[in-house]
């Protein structure tokens, strides 16, 4: 059963019961207990139910509206960069380390992190430490200068190998400017760049993710190849991608 599956199914037992508490539900599906809670998670923060302790209940915009008019894909965001947020966020384990990358996605990203998932993060994604405050272990802003953007702000800095120097990341999860099957992964500036290569070079492994309006782009830096990255994570694979074996597609 996919994941989008299972969270209408945990809010159909929900319309019939009422109530449901974690570890039914994780026997039920034949998940763990921690999956469970990241679908709760999920509901959650999608207005559809309430969390409780050791279970949840329906929200009370939710209680009468029609079954089919409360399934879950029907109600996932079509912003891109949410959909591509909400997915990754299945990948982060409990107790994890993180990179967590400046953009918008990541932005996003933050969002979902909840306190039970007992992860540290480390950004320079000034934005997402405003999500963030109480939802970690541990949460490390690394210093440097303040770049500000349209929508989003972060630190920069060429001593970004001196702050990340005393830290074992798990997991390096950040966007690009572009991706390009000759080019490989590339940003628009240099420090993005050394910020990339130390990423890389410190996390076990490398989640990129980037809608589909990033491919067939390059930026002025090159980071690697398009095969540098554990997975790229995206809404949509052009015909010409289809033999990357890391590309995921959402």
């Known amino acids: 059963m996919f994941a989008i599956q299972r969270l209408d199914a945990i809010l159909d037992l929900l319309k019939k019961d009422k109530i449901v508490q974690v570890q039914a539900l994780a026997k039920i599906f034949n998940v763990s207990d921690v999956t469970i809670r990241k679908d709760l998670n999920l509901l959650q923060k999608k207005g559809l139910i309430i969390k409780t302790h050791g279970g949840a209940v329906l929200a009370d915009s939710t209680k009468n509206m029609p079954l089919n008019d ?7 965001t079509t912003n891109k960069n949410e959909k591509l947020a909400e ?7 409990p107790g994890d380390t993180i990179f967590l990358g400046s953009g918008l996605t990541c932005t996003y990203l933050s969002k979902y992190i909840d306190i039970n998932d007992n992860v540290s993060i480390i950004t320079n994604n000034i934005e997402a430490t405003k999500h963030l405050k109480d939802r970690c272990k541990t949460l490390i802003l690394v210093g440097g200068e303040v770049v500000f953007h349209e929508k989003h702000s972060f630190t920069a800095s060429n001593k970004i190998n001196e702050y990340l120097a005393s830290y074992n990341i798990n997991k390096g999860i950040t966007s690009c400017s572009g991706i390009d099957l000759d080019y490989g992964i590339s940003v628009s500036t240099e420090v993005s760049k050394n910020i990339y290569t130390s990423i890389i070079n410190k996390s076990q492994s490398w989640l990129l993710l980037a809608d589909s309006d990033k491919f067939n782009k390059v930026a002025p830096y090159r980071i690697g190849d398009i095969t540098k990255p554990t997975k790229i994570i995206t809404n949509k694979l052009l015909p010409k991608y289809n033999s990357v074996d890391n590309i995921l597609v959402i």
Not at 70 to 76: D, G, Y
Not at 87 to 93: L, N, P, R, W
């Open 70 to 76: 409360t399934q879950f894909s029907t109600l996932t």
């Open 87 to 93: 997915y990754v966020y299945k990948f982060i384990q």
